[in-house]
């Protein structure tokens, strides 16, 4: 039937739409959410504040407010930073300003799916360069090959890595930074919870772009908002694609008052660190099952074959437990892995009972 239709387009005939996995669960550890989500007293400073919001007015195009104190918390100013409705939406522009069909993006394998999906859909050709299979080590001479071929433009690098968790070595990425001709991309969606950066190597590097999100450890991830910090040139250039009024003015205003209170924020965070330890641990003594080290709020396990991975995440949902898939045929296609988001205390307890009772399954190999 399509063909007739001129009005489709090629490249979007393999891609599927995201799949939110809208299931029934009674526990949710897919999305890495922030599970104890914000104090009371936050809570009511926003809503306190929100009654004098002007509902019937545009939201300021550039996110003015959060973008002063968000950039001088960093040491930056207004110029170099893009507030984005998530920070999907940044990789989203990234690439609509850097890519286009003809180019090539270039990421590690595994890493986060969102590069791939806004690659695709402009028309970019996409390289994923495997880590190091017993490690998760960034192979960082393979990614300066595929780099240094003429049609690459952006490398974007997870930091931590997302799904497995780890941080590359700085001194790898600085030198695909200082050789590859790209723009390098450092994701630091994770980063409150391992507190490693590349910002104050923005000043130092005109082609380096950082992005976070206040949905992991700001614990927004409703309200959709993230940043991107760069030099005032490539952020001149990303307002080019930028959609004018891209973050709602509610979304403005919470994140500013999480981000002047996100001292508040130090004790969940603290509590997540602590149980991610602790459920590392407990998952490790589950056979089959290997959890990964992490410095996120997330654990990679490894699960072992295909019929692991698709049993033990159906088992799971049978117990009302979701979790995310996590395997990469161009990681590896013997190795499966579940992602599985550290939720608090309780949900963690149910999280490794279930474990416990699939691990008893006979069909488990
Ligand atoms: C590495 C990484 N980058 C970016 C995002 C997107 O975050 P958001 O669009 O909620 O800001 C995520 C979310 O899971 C992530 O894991």
């Known amino acids: 039937m399509k063909k007739n239709k001129k009005?489709?387009?090629?490249?979007?005939?393999?891609?599927?739409?995201?799949?939110?996995?809208?299931?029934?669960?009674?526990?949710?550890?897919?999305?890495?959410?922030?599970?104890?989500?914000?104090?009371?007293?936050?809570?009511?400073?926003?809503?306190?504040?929100?009654?004098?919001?002007?509902?019937?007015?545009?939201?300021?195009?550039?996110?003015?407010?959060?973008?002063?104190?968000?950039?001088?918390?960093?040491?930056?100013?207004?110029?170099?930073?893009?507030?984005?409705?998530?920070?999907?939406?940044?990789?989203?522009?990234?690439?609509?300003?850097?890519?286009?069909?003809?180019?090539?993006?270039?990421?590690?394998?595994?890493?986060f799916a969102m590069y791939k999906i806004y690659s695709i859909i402009s028309g970019s050709n996409f390289a994923q360069i495997p880590l190091n299979q017993s490690n998760f080590s960034l192979n960082e001479d393979k990614v300066l090959e595929e780099a240094k071929k003429e049609d690459?433009?952006?490398?974007?690098?997870?930091?931590?890595?997302?799904?497995?968790?780890?941080?590359?070595?700085?001194?790898?990425?600085?030198?695909?930074?200082?050789?590859?001709?790209?723009?390098?991309?450092?994701d630091e969606a994770y980063y409150e919870f391992g507190k490693k950066t590349f910002v104050p190597f923005i000043s130092r590097y005109d082609n380096l772009v950082i992005i976070r999100t206040f949905s992991k450890a700001y614990s927004i991830a409703s309200l959709r908002v993230g940043y991107l910090l760069s030099n005032p040139e490539i952020i001149n250039e990303i307002r080019k694609v930028k959609s004018p009024f891209n973050v709602n003015t509610f979304s403005q205003l919470v994140a500013q008052v999480v981000f002047e209170n996100k001292e508040i924020l130090k004790d969940s965070i603290k509590k997540i660190i602590e149980e991610r330890e602790k459920l590392t641990n407990r998952i490790n003594e589950i056979p089959p099952f290997k959890a990964h080290p992490s410095r996120t709020n997330f654990v990679l396990v490894e699960v072992g074959s295909k019929e692991n991975s698709d049993l033990v995440y159906n088992n799971l949902l049978e117990q009302g437990i979701l979790v995310q898939t996590a395997s990469d045929p161009i990681f590896s296609t013997s190795r499966y892995f579940l992602r599985i988001t550290v939720g608090n205390e309780e949900e963690n307890d149910i999280l490794v009972k279930g474990l416990e009772i699939v691990s008893k399954n006979r069909s488990l190999k």
């Open 7 to 111: 009005f489709y387009r090629d490249n979007l005939k393999e891609l599927k739409p995201y799949d939110p996995h809208e299931v029934p669960y009674k526990i949710k550890l897919n999305a890495n959410e922030n599970p104890y989500g914000l104090p009371e007293e936050i809570i009511e400073e926003i809503l306190s504040e929100a009654k004098n919001l002007k509902y019937f007015r545009y939201p300021s195009a550039n996110s003015v407010k959060l973008s002063e104190i968000v950039s001088s918390f960093c040491g930056l100013n207004r110029d170099n930073i893009v507030i984005g409705n998530g920070s999907d939406e940044l990789i989203d522009y990234l690439i609509k300003a850097f890519s286009e069909k003809g180019r090539r993006i270039i990421t590690t394998a595994p890493s």
């Open 152 to 186: 690459s433009s952006i490398i974007f690098i997870a930091y931590p890595n997302a799904p497995t968790g780890n941080y590359f070595a700085e001194d790898k990425i600085i030198k695909i930074i200082e050789e590859s001709g790209c723009l390098v991309v450092v």
